[in-house]
T-cell receptor, first 117, second 113 residues
Framework: GAVVSQHPSWVICKSGTSVKIECRSL??????MFWYRQFPKQSLMLMAT?????????EQGVEKDKFLINHASLTLSTLTVTSAHPEDSSFYIC?????????????FGEGSRLTVL | AQSVAQPEDQVNVAEGNPLTVKCTYS??????LFWYVQYPNRGLQFLLK??????LVKGSYGFEAEFNKSQTSFHLKKPSALVSDSALYFC???????????FGTGTRLTVIP
């Protein structure tokens, strides 16, 4: 099956710093990637849709200046949490859509756990 | 509004017994329906999908799900549960014409040896 790699798998940072999370599709090109946030014992909340070569589409209520998304190549999307605060602590998961498969059959990264002190 | 409901936060079943994890949905158009499984501190893994055709779909690890249009349900089933099936299961739906998924709140399945 297709592989999506996320890095780092966990990160601890101080309040006020910025953190970058990478999402890579290792064996296919993904024109579309999705970023989710998952709170403990809750479902995945779609944050934004990352489109290669264009601006990301953010879901309602998600601050685009807070969560910067860049999809510079067909295999890499990055999520940068700027000026992180403790309430940004969460599990962030990316997914990628493999061309040729039914839309919605996504391949997920392993997730990145962010802890802001 | 689009929504996916998993009415049970927790399902416990004895090893070897059949299991069912429930999912109902409310979306526009003809939806694509999915089940994903999540192990602790991991991403989601695809189990199965319904796009069209036979209402009973078979997926990975012996799981299957039945699409019921009249009841707008897509329950996940397995005839004989394994301890290794213990995980968090998410139902997801892609509304007709949309590109993203809406997830249910998840059901934690515990298979008791």
């Amino acid at each position: 099956g297709a592989v999506v790699s996320q890095h780092p798998s966990w990160v601890i940072c101080k309040s006020g710093t910025s953190v970058k999370i990478e999402c890579r599709s290792l064996d296919f090109q993904a024109t579309t990637m999705f970023w989710y946030r998952q709170f403990p014992k809750q479902s995945l909340m779609l944050m934004a849709t990352s489109n290669e070569g264009s601006k990301a589409t953010y879901e309602q209520g998600v601050e685009k200046d807070k969560f910067l998304i860049n999809h510079a190549s067909l295999t890499l999307s990055t999520l940068t949490v700027t000026s992180a605060h403790p309430e940004d602590s969460s599990f962030y998961i990316c997914s990628a859509q493999k061309p040729g498969l039914a839309a919605g059959e996504l391949f997920f990264g392993e997730g990145s756990r962010l802890t802001v002190l | 509004a689009q929504s996916v409901a998993q009415p049970e936060d927790q399902v416990n079943v004895a090893e070897g017994n059949p299991l069912t994890v429930k999912c109902t949905y409310s979306v526009s158009g003809n939806p694509y329906l999915f089940w994903y499984v999540q192990y602790p501190n991991r991403g989601l893994q695809f189990l199965l999908k319904y796009i069209t055709g036979d209402n009973l779909v078979k997926g990975s690890y012996g799981f299957e799900a039945e699409f019921n249009k009249s009841q707008t349900s897509f329950h996940l089933k397995k005839p004989s549960a394994l301890v290794s099936d213990s995980a968090l299961y998410f139902c997801a739906v892609r509304p007709g014409g949309a590109n993203n998924l809406f997830f249910g709140t998840g059901t934690r399945l515990t298979v008791i040896p």
